[in-house]
């Protein structure tokens, strides 16, 4: 991977779910722009523009010492906050469109009944579950036009979000669909985890949490 982006870029999706050791090791990698693979001896050289991604605070992970403070600093040079999904439901059509051109199926129509329903909708899981969501409904719509129907989780939860905040709380909410995926992939949590965008051991802590 790293000798793959000598004079390109190099992409670390969720860097915070490193261990120590691994920080350590790629600490000196950023610094010294070279490496071994693993079972040599020859020192191999990569030159490469470094781009991180985590859906954690970072800075609060370093002070907790779950993540080098001298890896953070290092990486920390022009950070970007891409809000979650349910802070820019405007864009929500758009990717949308663009989801459905990468699964292949450009010219499925769509009811304005579903697309007021997705924007209704909080994502927790952000873009991975609505494309795991997208992918779906085309699955059982086989072709023709994208209706509710092809949407059960979201009719599932219309009547938590309809609910009194009396009700239902926060945490309340966050367990009561973390379950909910969870029964739609089996009891899976390494695939339940992937589709709500957390790790496994934050959701095994949840659960835990949450008896």
């Known amino acids: 991977m790293v000798q793959q982006a000598d004079k390109g870029t190099l992409f670390l999706d969720e860097v915070s779910n490193m261990s120590q050791g691994v ?3 790629f600490l000196k990698v950023i610094e010294e722009k ?6 040599e001896d020859r020192v191999r050289k990569s030159d490469f523009r470094l781009i991180c991604s985590t859906n954690k605070n970072l800075l609060e992970e370093a002070r907790q010492e779950r993540f080098r403070k001298d890896l953070y600093f290092r990486i920390n ?3 970007i906050e891409l809000p979650p999904l349910r802070k ?6 758009g990717l949308v469109h663009c989801l459905l051109e990468e699964l292949g199926a450009p010219e499925i129509e769509m009811s304005q009944e579903v697309m007021q329903k997705l924007k209704s ?4 899981g952000n873009i991975r579950e609505l494309r795991n969501s997208l992918e779906r409904a085309l699955l059982l719509a086989r072709g023709s036009r994208i209706s509710m129907a092809y949407f059960p989780d979201l009719q599932e939860t219309s009547s938590l979000a309809d609910s009194s905040p009396k009700d239902w709380d926060l ?7 973390i379950l909910q995926v969870l029964d739609q992939f089996g009891g ?5 985890a992937e589709v709500l965008g957390i790790s496994k051991a934050t959701l095994n802590r949840k659960l835990k949490s949450a008896g």
């Not at 945490?171 to 669909?177: I, P, Q, T, V």
């Not at 899976?188 to 339940?192: G, H, L, P, S, V």
């Open 23 to 25: 920080q350590a090791d």
């Open 88 to 93: 820019r439901l405007t864009d929500l059509p």
């Open 121 to 124: 909708y909080s994502w927790p």
């Open 171 to 177: 945490k309340e909410r966050e367990m009561a669909h």
């Open 34 to 39: 070279q490496f071994r693979r693993l079972g």
């Open 188 to 192: 899976d949590k390494a695939k339940a």
């Open 77 to 79: 040079v022009f950070p």
